[in-house]
């Protein structure tokens, strides 16, 4: 079964520096997403993307964060300043279309900033 | 916005059936999902609602009643690998960009 591959699955940066978080959503789905989770929080929703422009972004997603679909493969997603507060585990997701396509996740990224 | 709301943990029986309850309000309903999580991994859907009833796929089932904001994800033969955080999510119409909202998940602790 296609899956959501995320790389990598731990990242360890300081405070200040840019780290970038890679995503290949499934091959033939059409949006994709990125998400979210403080430890013991719950999962929170940060941007979607159609169409090769984001769709829609929460409060969260401010001008430190950007996505970018660099090929016809990979989605990124860029923190570039990095702040204590963003170490939380990050998920990738995609799905076929909206309405009763179900969003699948990849494995996360732990993101530890210290 | 939305607002989901679902108890923090429950505790059930090996073998047993468990109910866990999702309340949610929300401007534009596009559909109900639930998700399990277990610890340290990512969300794995479950089931979808769209319309009022159940939707029963093996030892889950799922319910919604659109009027009231409720859905239950009803688990039976509970199994010791059932132990997990369930998540219910909602989808709205009136966002651009189909993406799902998040409750705060149920812990399921399974004791033999």
């Known amino acids: 079964e296609p899956e959501v591959t995320q790389t990598p699955s731990h990242q360890v940066t300081q405070m200040g520096q840019e780290v970038i978080l890679r995503c290949v959503p499934i091959?033939?789905?059409?949006?994709f997403y990125w998400y979210r989770q403080i430890l013991g929080q719950k999962v929170e929703f940060l941007v979607s993307f159609y169409n090769n422009e984001i769709s829609e972004k929460s409060e969260i997603f401010d001008d430190q964060f950007s996505v970018e679909r660099p090929d016809g493969s990979n989605f990124t997603l860029k923190i570039r300043s990095t702040k204590l507060e963003d170490s939380a585990m990050y998920f990738c997701?995609?799905?076929?279309?909206?309405?009763?396509?179900?969003?699948?996740f990849g494995n996360g990224t732990r993101l530890t900033v210290t | 916005g939305q607002n989901i709301d679902q108890p923090t943990e429950m505790t059930a029986t090996e073998g047993a059936i468990v109910q866990i309850n999702c309340t949610y309000q929300?401007?534009?309903?596009?559909?109900l999902f639930w998700y399990q999580q277990h610890a340290g991994e990512a969300p794995t859907f479950l089931s979808y609602?769209?319309?009022?009833g159940l939707e029963e796929k093996g030892r889950f089932s799922s319910f919604l009643s659109r009027s009231k904001g409720y859905s239950y994800l009803l688990l039976k033969e509970l199994q010791m690998k059932d132990s997990a955080s369930y998540l219910c999510?909602?989808?709205?119409?009136?966002?651009?960009?189909?993406?799902?909202?998040f409750g705060g998940g149920t812990r399921l602790m399974v004791k033999p």
């Open positions: 997701a995609s799905s076929r279309t909206g309405g009763d396509s179900p969003l699948h």
């Open positions: 929300t401007s534009g309903f596009n559909g």
């Open positions: 609602n769209v319309l009022d």
């Open positions: 999510a909602v989808r709205d119409a009136n966002n651009a960009g189909n993406m799902l909202t």
């Open positions: 091959s033939n789905h059409l949006y």
